[in-house]
């Protein structure tokens, strides 16, 4: 039965796996930085950092468990040598892990797992990069779209402005306002009596020819002059 043994097995059985482990944990020691795929780094971690761990006692059983796990010489002179004195005091934690985002080639998940005392300033690419799909993309250029669209029609929509429409009706209506005013004063001329409190009454040309219209208009009343009423008056006895 196999309950609690449950392991990260990174695609290799147990010798080629162990293998692995042990050359990423040389290259750690000795270079102390190193960039693998996200899954060896998660898989790594477990395995060094015992390892690690045990630099701080130095003696002799340590150093032969160091190189039963390392299978280097070297590389437990260098655990020994240089990384004991760094971690001296750190109960736990001696690596880092940072996710660089996808490889270009198999889109594998990269990372760099680095010791802690030894590297205290992020790589550069820090955060990786945000996989890219269909529905983002299209969502992406549908909003550019969109955007430019609106842009557009801003842009084509014509600017409003007062146009002096009222001004050339004005103008007319002032030009055509002194006509209408003398027409206005000669129908009341025509209407209104004059000074002497006689109307106006229009002469035709009949009563122009007249000479008692004449007359009467010399004398400045409507009326014919006496000498006109008595022929008239005459003409009337004859006539009867």
Request: aromatic letters at 2%; hydrophobic letters at 30%; charged letters at 30%.
């Amino acid at each position: 039965m196999r309950h609690a043994n449950k392991k990260k097995r990174i695609g290799r059985n147990a010798s080629h796996r162990k293998a692995t482990l042990q050359a990423l944990s040389t290259a750690l020691i000795r270079h102390k930085r190193i960039e693998t795929t996200l899954a060896k780094a998660k898989a790594l971690r477990p395995f060094v950092e015992p390892i690690i761990h045990r630099a701080q006692d130095d003696s002799t059983a340590s150093r032969r468990q160091a190189f039963r796990k390392l299978q280097d010489k070297e590389a437990v002179k260098e655990l020994y040598a240089e990384i004991a004195g760094a971690i001296d005091g750190r109960p736990g934690g001696y690596t880092r892990i940072v996710k660089l985002g996808q490889r270009g080639g198999d889109a594998a998940e990269m990372a760099v797992i680095e010791l802690v005392d030894f590297n205290d300033v992020k790589p550069e690419g820090t955060g990786g990069t945000k996989r890219k799909t269909r529905r983002s993309s299209s969502r992406r250029r549908g909003g550019s779209a969109g955007a430019a669209a609106t842009s557009s029609s801003k842009a084509e929509a014509p600017q409003t402005e007062d146009t002096p429409d009222a001004a050339p009706e004005a103008s007319g209506e002032e030009s055509e306002a002194p006509e209408q005013q003398e027409a206005e004063a000669v129908a009341s001329d025509s209407a209104n009596p004059d000074a002497t409190g006689n109307p106006q009454v229009p002469q035709t040309e009949a009563g122009a020819d007249h000479p008692d219209a004449e007359q009467g208009a010399a004398t400045g009343t409507g009326e014919p002059p006496p000498e006109a009423q008595a022929e008239n008056q005459g003409r009337s006895a004859d006539n009867r």
